[in-house]
């Protein structure tokens, strides 16, 4: 008569000889798939609940710099005019646009007051007189810090005459060495001459040439002056 396994009836057939009972092909090959099946679920289980591996995030880049080594580069020019006069010609915040022969426009604020700022480089105006302003150039991330800052001003000489000063300031530490950091001066001290004598010739009433085209290495062409 069939026999109960696992509460389901499975047919039992004796050999003859033994005596002995074997259950059926068919009711064996089901419960062999079952188990497969409930092992392959249990897998699957377990691997849903391992997360996958993320990659480690990026350690990120300090601004603030061990060991600066600070710098200043004071220009000056003679200028034939009343120092009042000559801030009025070249003195506002985006003035810099013809002068440096570059656009600017304030982006944020109001030109000349403090907290302006300007498309150059993000500069922002942090102090002023009279005759002068003081810009700085923001943090950037990802970038060590130099402390760029640039003071432009019209200083009195006598009533009638005056000079533009224009000074930098800022860290060259990370410069890779002396010879570096020593182009680097060199570099910027002739930009910002070639913008003083710029201003000098606007000043005292006179047109700059055109500009030349960027990058074509050719020296600065000298304009009219007033006199």
Not at 99 to 111: A, E, N, Q, V
Not at 119 to 139: D, I, R
Not at 186 to 214: D, V
């Amino acid at each position: 008569m069939p026999a109960v396994i696992g509460g389901r009836a499975t047919s039992a057939v004796s050999d003859g000889t033994t005596g002995r009972s074997t259950v059926s092909g068919d009711e064996s090959g089901t419960t062999t798939a079952a188990c497969a099946l409930a092992i392959a679920c249990l897998a699957n289980a377990a691997g849903a609940q391992t997360p996958p591996a993320q990659a480690a995030p990026a350690a990120p880049v300090s601004t603030a710099v061990a060991a600066p080594t600070y710098i200043s580069i004071p220009m000056e020019i003679a200028v034939n005019r009343p120092a009042a006069e000559v801030w009025k010609r070249v003195g506002k915040f985006c003035d810099i646009g013809e002068w440096f022969r570059i656009p600017c426009t304030i982006t944020s604020g109001k030109d000349g007051e403090f907290g302006a700022v300007r498309s150059v480089a993000s500069e922002v105006l942090v102090g002023k007189t009279e005759l002068s302003y003081t810009y700085t150039q923001p943090v950037r991330d990802g970038r060590p810090y130099n402390l760029y800052h640039g003071t432009l001003e019209a200083r009195p000489v006598t009533p009638t005459t005056s000079k533009i000063v224009y000074t930098l300031f800022f860290d060259n530490s990370m410069l890779a060495d002396d010879a570096a950091r020593e182009a680097d001066r060199a570099r910027r001290l002739a930009q910002f001459t070639t913008a003083l004598e710029n201003m000098k010739i606007l000043a005292e009433g006179g047109t700059l040439p055109p500009a030349p085209a960027r990058g074509a290495g050719a020296p600065p062409a000298r304009g009219t002056t007033g006199r």
